[in-house]
């Protein structure tokens, strides 16, 4: 599959482990739906794993510590009304988690510091826009409350959470399904899979396509793409052999693959996770039991395979830690949440070290909680790279602040012209508190 040429590399030794049984959690039923997202999000404090719901759709969210078997009534988080497709985490704030449903909507959801005690079925706010099912979710990289929805009305909506409006609507550049979309490292462009069979990279805020390529895979079955941190673009899908294969793109000159590989004749969807620190990409394919894991490099051929860590249970979805979340001293690279059937294993990635010390050069400085920008900012044309944080003394999580929705009432306006010449109708509302009760006067 790939020349086995001895090259220096610290990841050549990378192996995998999944956990005992006992820290694993147990008797969840993972949602069944056909939908070929994660179906998990994973972040410093929870992991969320969409589930089987009676009469609407639902995912579970659980405190990393709460492992073992999980309560049939244990509360979810339930307010669609079709099955959820894909949940992600806010990377600005541990207690936000954005759904994406069957229902067309998009849901964004605080989750209490603790985790749930009741199940929740209020979001913070309800994002709605599009016409059909909304397949993906993803927040922006560096600017506060910005989401990034596609739904199957072939359509990519960015949000303002914080004003719970639409900011940007792309509407006419995919022709058919999006398979993916993944925003680069500054979250100034995007790459997005179409069913067309092309790849492209658009710059949202001036709605237009920067790059594409036609037949990136020729092969009819799903596609991914995804940024590198130096602005190349990884995908992986299928050739007209329905051979899975992962190619490594230039937007400057898409004409050319940088590098493609042929893999296996498995029908998985192969799902890529990037680690922009030590740009190693983990692909776990969906039905599979392993997870393979390659290097990316300046040198030919590109993409070094490294490894592959295999169990005996195919996976139905996985969950990827964010680097902040993992253990320094045990020297562990990356961290998965496996979905089976009924319950979510844990897998941990380590290079073996002899050493207690802090390895530097597994964890250089890597992108933390705090947002370089505002959504207003960004909107307004600003660029800001990750705010890094260094991982010698562990991650210590802030506070995070709540998420505050401030709609703008198009009424006002509207009122305001209207009520200039009618002052004496206009009821003013006072209001007191006497003993702890609020008392409403009106003013007539």
């Not at 998965?336 to 530097?360: A, G, N, W």
Request: charged share 25%; net charge negative; hydrophobic share 35%.
């Amino acid at each position: 599959m790939f020349k086995r040429v001895v090259r220096q590399s610290k990841f050549r030794h990378v192996f995998g482990q999944a956990v005992k049984n006992d820290q694993c959690y147990d008797d969840i039923r993972v949602s069944r739906v056909t939908w070929d997202s994660a179906f998990c999000a994973v972040n410093p404090k929870f992991v969320a794993i969409i589930v089987e719901a009676s009469g609407g759709g639902a995912f579970m969210v659980l405190p990393l510590h709460k492992s073992g078997r999980i309560d049939k009534a244990y509360p979810t988080v339930c307010g669609h009304t079709g099955p959820v497709l894909d949940i992600d985490w806010c990377p600005h704030n541990d207690q936000v988690i954005a759904s994406g449903s069957e229902d067309c909507t998009v849901m964004v959801w605080q989750i209490p510091e603790n985790g749930l005690v009741t199940s929740m079925s209020e979001p913070v706010v309800v994002l709605e826009g599009h016409s059909k099912r909304v397949g993906i979710v993803t927040w922006h990289p560096t600017a506060r409350n910005v989401l990034l929805s596609a739904g199957c009305d072939n359509v990519v909506i960015i949000w303002n959470v914080g004003t719970g409006e639409a900011m940007i609507t792309l509407e006419d550049m995919h022709p058919d399904i999006i398979f993916s979309v993944c925003w680069n490292r500054n979250g100034s462009l995007i790459c997005t899979a179409c069913k067309d069979k092309k790849i492209r990279v658009i710059d949202p805020r001036k709605e237009e396509i920067i790059a594409e390529k036609d037949k990136a895979h020729e092969g009819a079955r799903p596609m991914r793409a995804i940024f590198l941190s130096d602005g190349k673009v990884f995908t992986t899908g299928f050739s007209r052999m329905s051979e899975r294969q992962l190619g490594l793109w230039d937007p400057d000159n898409m004409e050319e693959p940088v590098s493609v590989h042929e893999m296996d004749t498995s029908n998985g969807v192969l799902l890529p996770f990037y680690d922009p620190d030590t740009n190693v990409v983990y692909l776990c394919g969906k039905g599979d039991s392993s997870i393979r894991y390659f290097e990316i490099t300046d040198e030919a051929p590109f993409v070094h395979y490294l490894n592959t860590f295999t169990t005996k249970e195919p996976q139905r979805g996985m969950g990827y830690m964010p680097k902040r979340g993992l253990d320094v001293n045990k020297c562990e690279i990356a961290r998965f949440y496996k979905l089976h059937e009924r319950k979510c294993e844990p897998i941990i990635m380590t290079v073996p070290r002899k050493s207690d010390l802090f390895q530097d050069d597994l964890y250089p400085d890597t992108a933390g909680p705090e947002a370089p920008l505002e959504a207003e900012e960004w909107i307004e044309g600003k660029n800001g790279d990750p705010i890094l944080i260094s991982l010698k003394h562990g991650y210590i999580p802030g506070k995070n602040r709540d998420l505050k929705v401030v709609k703008k009432n198009i009424l006002d306006n509207k009122m305001s012209k209207n009520t200039e010449n009618t002052a004496p109708a206009v009821k003013t509302l006072n209001y007191c508190t006497v003993q702890g009760q609020l008392l409403f006067l009106a003013n007539i």
